[in-house]
C-alpha cells in the first residue's frame, strides 16, 4: 500500500493495513490515532458509539509505539493500531459502568485479562463504548446513558448489547473493538452494522476482568470491519488464564492462518432448518440464499440439518440468564462499588442496599433480577433453572449431532435488519425474539462468526450471515467466512469502505 493513499483517509484503512503501514514507518501511531479521535470529535456526537473517551492515554500509549518502532524493535501485527473497548471490561484507573448508573463513578484498580493482552499486543485503547445495562438488551435503549445510533441510518439501533462498539466500527471512529457476546451481544450488532463479530469458544478468551451477566455464556471476543482483522484480534486476547478457571487450557485455534486460506472447497456447510423460515424478513432471506448459492459455487459442500431443541432455546436462555445474573448483581450493595443511595444517619443496611438497587437499576435489570430470583428460589428451582439446564443438553445435542454431518453450520444472524429506535423498547418479548439465531451457540458453549453479505433489498440496511464451529474449532470459522467475504467483495464491493449513509 503506498503511503500517498494511507495518507489519504487513515480511518478508512483495515487495522491490518494500518499495521503495516505503522511497522513500514509509512505511518505513525499518533498519526493513526489522532485521525480516529478526530472523527470521533466528528461524529460520535450524532452517534453515541463512546460513553468515555480517553484521548491522553491513547496519544501517550501510541507515542511509546512510535518510540519502539524508531528503535528499531520488532513490532505486533496489530501494533499502534486503535481500538474501542466495551464498558464491561476493566481497565485501570479508567471509569467502567457497564451502562448503569450503578457504576457511575467506579474506576477500577486493575486490568482485565483482554486489557493486559491488548497493551502487551501495543493495540493502542480509544476509550469505552456504550452498551445495554449490564449488556442486558439488543439496541443499546437499555443504556442508562442514552441509546446509541446506527451509522447506517441514526434513527435505526446498532443492535445490542454492544451496539457502541460495532457502531464505533461501522463509523470508521475505529478499526477495531472488544465486544461480550452472552446470548449475541457481538454478533447481532455485526450483522445490523454491516461488520465483522465473532463469539469465541466459551473458554477461549479470558473473563478476569469482564463484569459479569451470565458466568455460564460470557464470552468477549473481536469486532472488526474484515475477517482478517478480527482474526488478529481475535489472537491477540485469546488464550489460557489462570485468572479464570473457566478458562481452556490448550492452544489458540490458528485463526489467523484460516482468515489467510480462506478456502471452503471440500468443506462441509450446514443449513439448519430451524434457523430459517417465516419468521425472518424476506429481504434476509434472500442475501441468505445467494450467499448459500456462493458458498456452494465456491467449492463447499452444503447440506441440510436439523436441530429439533433450537425451538426451545430462548424459553432456556431467559431462564439460565437471568437466574445467574441475579446472582451475579447481587454484589451490587451500595457499600462496595459507585453508588450508595439512602445513607443517612438513622439508615439500615439493608435500606441502603434497596435505595441503591432501587435508583442505580434500570427496568431491564430489575425485569430480569426478579425472573432469575423467581426461577431460583425454594419449590420452584428443579422446575425452572434444573429443566433449563436439561434443555442447555439437549441443544449441545444437537449441534453434535449437526457436527457430525457439516464442519460448520450457517443461518441469518438476526431476522430482521436494524429496527427503528423505539419500536420493541416496550415489548420485551419482542427485543428477545433478535438473539434466536444467535442463542444456542451460547448454550452449548460453541464459536460463531457473523460477517456481511450484503444489504437488504428491502430498506437497503445490512444483512448479516452467522457461521457456527464446534468449540475449539474457531479457525473454521475465519476459513468460511474469509471466504465468503472475498466472493462477496466482487459483488459489494467492501460494504464498510462506502460511508455508512447517514454520515
Ligand atoms: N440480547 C441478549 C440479551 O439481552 C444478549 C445479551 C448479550 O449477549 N450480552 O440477553
Avoid at 429496527?419 to 425474539?433: C, H, I, N, Q, T
Avoid at 437497503?460 to 457461521?467: E, I, K, S, W
Wanted: net charge negative.
Amino acid at each position: 500500500m503506498p503511503s500517498s493513499s494511507i495518507d489519504a483517509d487513515l480511518i478508512r484503512q483495515s487495522a491490518t493495513v494500518l499495521a503495516a503501514a505503522i511497522a513500514a514507518g509509512e505511518v505513525s501511531s499518533r498519526e493513526v490515532v489522532q485521525a480516529h479521535l478526530d472523527r470521533i470529535g466528528e461524529v460520535d456526537q450524532a452517534v453515541h458509539a463512546f460513553l468515555h473517551v480517553c484521548g491522553a492515554e491513547a496519544l501517550a500509549t501510541a507515542d511509546a509505539v512510535d518510540t519502539k518502532r524508531a528503535g528499531g524493535e520488532h513490532l505486533g501485527p496489530l501494533a499502534g493500531v486503535p481500538l474501542a473497548l466495551k464498558d464491561v471490561l476493566t481497565m485501570r484507573g479508567v471509569p467502567t459502568t457497564c451502562g448503569s448508573r450503578i457504576l457511575e463513578g467506579w474506576r477500577p484498580p486493575y486490568d482485565a485479562t483482554v486489557v493486559e493482552r491488548l497493551r502487551a499486543a501495543d493495540v493502542v485503547i480509544l476509550g469505552k463504548t456504550n452498551m445495554d445495562e449490564f449488556a442486558m438488551g439488543s439496541s443499546t435503549e437499555h443504556s442508562a446513558y442514552g441509546p446509541t445510533r446506527n451509522p447506517w441510518d441514526l434513527d435505526r439501533i446498532p443492535g445490542g448489547s454492544g451496539g457502541g462498539s460495532a457502531a464505533a466500527v461501522a463509523a470508521f471512529e475505529a478499526p477495531l473493538a472488544i465486544g461480550t457476546d452472552t446470548g449475541g451481544s457481538i454478533r447481532q450488532p455485526a450483522a445490523v452494522t454491516g461488520t465483522v463479530g465473532v463469539k469465541p469458544t466459551y473458554g477461549g478468551v479470558s473473563r478476569y476482568g469482564l463484569v459479569a451477566l451470565a458466568s455460564s455464556l460470557d464470552q468477549a471476543g473481536p469486532c472488526a470491519r474484515t475477517v482478517l482483522d478480527a482474526a488478529y484480534l481475535h489472537a491477540a486476547v485469546a488464550g489460557h488464564d489462570p485468572r479464570d478457571s473457566t478458562s481452556i487450557n490448550a492452544a489458540v485455534p490458528d485463526v489467523v492462518g484460516a482468515a489467510q486460506r480462506a478456502d471452503v472447497r471440500g468443506m462441509r456447510v450446514g443449513l439448519v432448518r430451524q434457523l430459517d423460515g417465516d419468521g425472518y424478513a424476506p429481504g434476509v432471506r434472500q442475501r441468505f440464499a445467494e450467499a448459500v448459492e456462493i458458498l456452494t459455487h465456491l467449492g463447499a459442500e452444503v447440506v441440510e440439518v436439523d436441530c429439533p431443541h433450537f425451538e426451545y432455546a430462548l424459553g432456556a436462555y431467559y431462564l439460565i440468564l437471568p437466574s445467574e445474573a441475579s446472582s451475579n448483581l447481587a454484589r451490587f450493595d451500595g457499600m462496595r462499588y459507585g453508588l450508595r443511595a439512602g445513607d443517612d444517619r438513622e439508615a439500615s443496611v439493608e435500606s441502603v442496599m434497596s435505595a441503591t438497587r432501587e435508583a442505580g437499576f434500570g427496568p431491564e435489570v430489575k425485569r430480569r433480577i426478579m425472573l432469575g430470583t423467581y426461577a431460583l428460589s425454594s419449590g420452584y428451582y428443579d422446575a425452572y433453572y434444573g429443566q433449563a439446564q436439561k434443555v442447555r443438553t439437549l441443544i449441545r445435542r444437537d449441534f453434535d449431532a449437526a457436527f457430525d454431518k457439516a464442519d460448520v453450520l450457517i443461518s441469518p444472524t438476526a431476522p430482521t435488519t436494524a429496527f427503528r429506535l423505539g419500536e420493541k423498547l416496550d415489548d420485551p418479548l419482542a427485543m428477545y425474539l433478535n438473539d434466536i439465531a444467535t442463542i444456542p451457540v451460547n448454550l452449548a458453549g460453541n464459536a460463531a462468526m457473523s460477517l456481511p453479505i450484503g444489504l437488504s433489498p428491502d430498506d437497503g440496511l445490512p444483512v448479516g450471515l452467522q457461521v457456527m464451529a464446534p468449540a475449539m474449532a474457531d479457525d473454521r470459522l475465519y476459513l468460511a467466512g474469509a471466504a465468503l467475504e472475498g466472493a462477496l467483495f466482487d459483488r459489494w464491493g467492501h460494504l464498510l469502505i462506502e460511508e455508512a449513509p447517514a454520515l
